[in-house]
């Protein structure tokens, strides 16, 4: 079975530009995560959904929102990108997203902004 | 002071080595508590998933949880180079996903 697949790998951006990065949860789950990973520190919760619906958000701004279709698949957009934003963005799904849910991460995606 | 704090790191240790990586945290509404494994260019991967005080054993893998002391643990035994990663532990109010990550130990096992 595929695991979590995430698009693209790596982008680079420059500051004010707007972003959107894709993912594609396990055959089956219904539940989607995204965390932002700065390098050498631990991700860092932004969005949770589950059925389309948000369930969760992070301390993070106005300028990053998330959806969820109706084949569970992801979008995380971050819009006025920060020299700040640069990080691997990571996405994970589960069954039906309680605590008690195993998580399953994606490669994540490398934002670059210059 | 941070949320979730952990060993920096990084750690090397030889081939074969029990190893102890820790963290403490300062939310006393933590009671659900994770360890993840992440190698390079790669997203974590669960190990261990622990519920309240106590301990959990997994083949070379023992998670210990101690909420008096907002204490918990990790072990490995007999550990392996294939072992060398990055290790997170995460913690959950029990809020949906809303997972709090530690910054991670890097550790390096050495044949």
Known sequence: DAGVTQSPTHLIKTRGQQVTLRCSPISGHKSVSWYQQVLGQGPQFIFQYYEKEERGRGNFPDRFSARQFPNYSSELNVNALLLGDSALYLCASSLVGSSTDTQYFGPGTRLTVL | ?111
């Open chain 2, 1 to 111: 002071q941070k949320e979730v704090e952990q060993d920096p790191g990084p750690l090397s240790v030889p081939e074969g080595a029990i190893v102890s990586l820790n963290c403490t945290y300062s939310n006393s509404a933590f009671q659900y508590f994770m360890w993840y494994r992440q190698y390079s260019r790669k997203g974590p991967e669960l190990l261990m998933y622990t519920y309240s005080s106590g301990n959990k054993e997994d083949g070379r893998f023992t998670a210990q949880v101690d909420k008096s002391s907002k204490y918990i643990s990790l072990f490995i035994r007999d550990s392996q180079p294939s072992d060398s990663a990055t290790y997170l532990c995460a913690m959950s109010a029990g809020y949906g996903q809303n997972f709090v990550f530690g910054p991670g130990t890097r550790l390096s096992v050495l044949p």
